[in-house]
């Protein structure tokens, strides 16, 4: 089920994405962009990469909490989850992105 992308400016007036699922929950955010046209294009990276399950690094944090991060093909991180309290939340995360991602709209915000 498709997602939706949100593509909005922060506080420091960088541009930045963030995926939500079909039920309106946060699944990816971005890091912050400079230009609008690089955001633009991290979300097609999330679309493109998020097919490829060795894209997904899961990580364990200090607090016992699972994240992961989706990378491009280039190892660079182009999107990171929340905190998930399980690794199978945090698996069920990845899925989501991987389902929600490739049809996934954007609704710019700027």
Not at 22 to 48: F, P, T
Request: charged residues 25%; aromatic residues 8%.
């Amino acid at each position: 089920m498709p997602g939706k992308f949100e593509l909005y400016k922060d506080k420091a007036g960088e541009f930045r994405f963030r995926l939500k699922a079909a039920n309106g929950q946060n699944i990816l955010g971005s890091e912050g962009y400079k230009a609008k046209k690089s955001c633009e294009n991290g979300i097609e990276s999330v679309k493109k990469n998020s097919q490829d399950s060795n894209r997904f690094v899961k990580k364990e944090t200090a607090s016992g909490k699972f994240r992961f991060n989706l990378t491009s093909s280039n190892g660079q991180t182009v999107g990171t989850s929340q905190n998930y309290d399980s690794e199978s939340g945090c698996s069920n995360g990845m899925k989501s992105v991987a389902d929600c991602a490739p049809g996934a709209s954007t609704d710019d915000q700027t």
